[in-house]
């Protein structure tokens, strides 16, 4: 079975939310078979709102970028994700 590297720009709902405690929330709820490289970037984006760049690394299954969006969406503090770049490993 192959895998797959995902680049995920991750924005946060508002400037007070810490983009340190979204990642480690991520980190410690990260359903099995999904991997979070440790190498994350903070950015500002607009009027405060700061987004988060993280690359995961999922096993190739059918709907499997699904789970993982819907995982991310479901973060308290988190108000979109949106892929910046797709590879397979």
């Known amino acids: 079975m ?3 590297l995902l680049v995920y720009l ?5 400037p007070e939310i810490d983009p340190d405690q979204v990642v480690q929330s991520i980190r ?5 078979g999904f991997q979070m490289q440790d190498k994350t970037e903070v950015k500002p984006l607009f009027f405060g709102i700061k987004g ?10 059918e709907g499997i970028q699904d789970r993982l ?12 994700v949106e892929v910046e770049y797709m590879t397979r490993l």
């Open 2 to 4: 192959g895998k797959f």
């Open 10 to 14: 991750i924005k946060l709902e508002s």
């Open 28 to 32: 410690g709820n990260l359903p099995d």
């Open 52 to 61: 988060i760049n993280a690359q995961f690394i999922l096993p190739e299954e």
């Open 69 to 80: 969006e819907d995982f991310l969406r479901g973060i308290e503090g988190v108000a979109e």
